[in-house]
């Protein structure tokens, strides 16, 4: 596995996690070696995303930047966007979602790098967007103070919601029965199938990332140096513990076998690694740390061993939704992420394209001209 982190110094950083286990028996000792280190960007990243092949990283510089792990060369630049890159997020290993300062929602082709989608998500920015499970439906919020869900299917606007406040966090849970959307220190719980609040968490500082270890336990972490577990049903805190000497930027959670581990990044430049307790009101215990001394601002955990997901998914994935919902979503049986998107509509070329992989480069004014380069 491969810890992957950017910072505000432009640089992606990468560490090679080796596991051995000791000798005493259950304990393992993580030990995370440098591998590279790439000037990836010309302003500081903002976020990153992972696949079974690739990661992912936006910036301030307005561009997406594309990284073969199984080659370790950059494998192109994805220019759509006018703004700072916000939000990344993989489907499975044939799409990519990204959203941005100019309040647009691209759905890329992660096979040909072709933008198959471009909406006009937001009038302000989009600050975050999370994908249903299933694939079929992403909520996004920004700064014109609405929760939006979208039919990826169709790729159209379904269901509109005012929020009085400006959210900059959402996010599904693992099952997709329920979603929560973050404004400052307060969590609120959203229900699926009422699409109503049926809780409210609040924080002790304001909310950096969140992050599901299962359908109701929730990570928080915010702008102090601790991460707390809530249960998501009882509204309770299940544990608290350090983590970090400064604010805690970013997490990233993930499961292999016998192991679920969450992945913390803060501002005072330490990537750490933990394992998570099955009782959850047991704090985790750290696996490893690295220093990359650095501002750290995003971070993800490419597996390298990661099986691809199935492309599109069986009608029996079609997530439940509220009888409002309903009424505004044409469910399809054809069933992912804008599928088959590029025969229903043929998006603007004129500020998109990837350089690197191929020959044939999209027509366009602001292309990227990147070769592939091997990481130093």
Request: hydrophobic share 35%; net charge positive.
């Amino acid at each position: 596995m491969e810890l992957v982190a950017g910072c505000y110094e432009q640089v992606l950083f990468g560490f090679t996690v080796h596991r051995e286990p000791e000798a005493s028996g259950d304990h393992e000792k993580w030990t995370p070696v440098a591998d590279f280190t790439h000037h990836a960007h010309t302003a500081s990243l903002s976020a990153v995303a992972v696949n079974s092949r690739f990661v992912v990283t936006g910036s301030k510089d307005e561009t997406i930047h594309i990284y073969d792990m199984k080659k370790k060369i950059e494998h192109g630049a994805l220019v759509h966007h006018s703004g700072t890159i916000t939000c990344l997020k993989f489907h499975g290993n044939r799409h990519l979602v990204s959203g941005a300062e100019d309040g647009l929602i691209c759905v890329w082709d992660a096979k040909k790098w072709e933008c198959l989608k471009s909406i006009k998500a937001h009038k302000g920015q989009v600050t975050f967007l999370s994908i249903h499970p299933s694939g079929k439906l992403a909520l996004s919020v920004g700064t014109d103070k609405t929760l939006r869900t979208w039919n990826l299917v169709e790729g159209r606007s379904a269901f509109i919601k005012n929020i009085k406040q400006n959210a900059h966090i959402v996010e599904w849970s693992p099952r997709g029965e329920k979603y929560v959307v973050i404004i400052l220190n307060k969590i609120d719980i959203y229900q699926l199938d009422t699409a109503s609040i049926s809780g409210t968490i609040t924080n002790e500082k304001r909310i950096s990332s969140i992050k599901f270890l299962s359908e109701s336990v929730l990570a928080v972490a915010g702008d102090e140096e601790v991460v707390r577990f809530f249960d998501c049903d009882s509204l309770v805190c299940l544990c608290e513990f350090k983590t970090h000497e400064n604010r805690v930027k970013d997490m990233f959670s993930f499961e292999i076998p016998e192991h679920q581990v969450i992945a913390t990044a803060s501002s005072d430049g330490f990537i750490k690694m933990w394992r998570v307790k099955q009782d959850k009101k047991v704090p985790p215990s750290l696996l490893c740390e690295v220093n990359t001394n650095a501002r750290l601002t995003c971070l993800g955990v490419w597996l390298d061993k990661v099986p691809d997901r199935k492309a599109s998914l069986p009608p029996a994935a079609e997530p439940a939704v509220s009888k409002e919902d309903q009424s505004k979503i044409s469910k399809k049986e054809s069933g992912d992420l804008v599928q088959e998107e590029e025969k229903q509509s043929k998006p603007n070329t004129k500020k998109r394209g990837l350089t690197g992989d191929s020959n044939k480069q999209t027509k366009g004014n602001n292309l990227v001209s990147t070769k592939k380069r091997k990481m130093v």
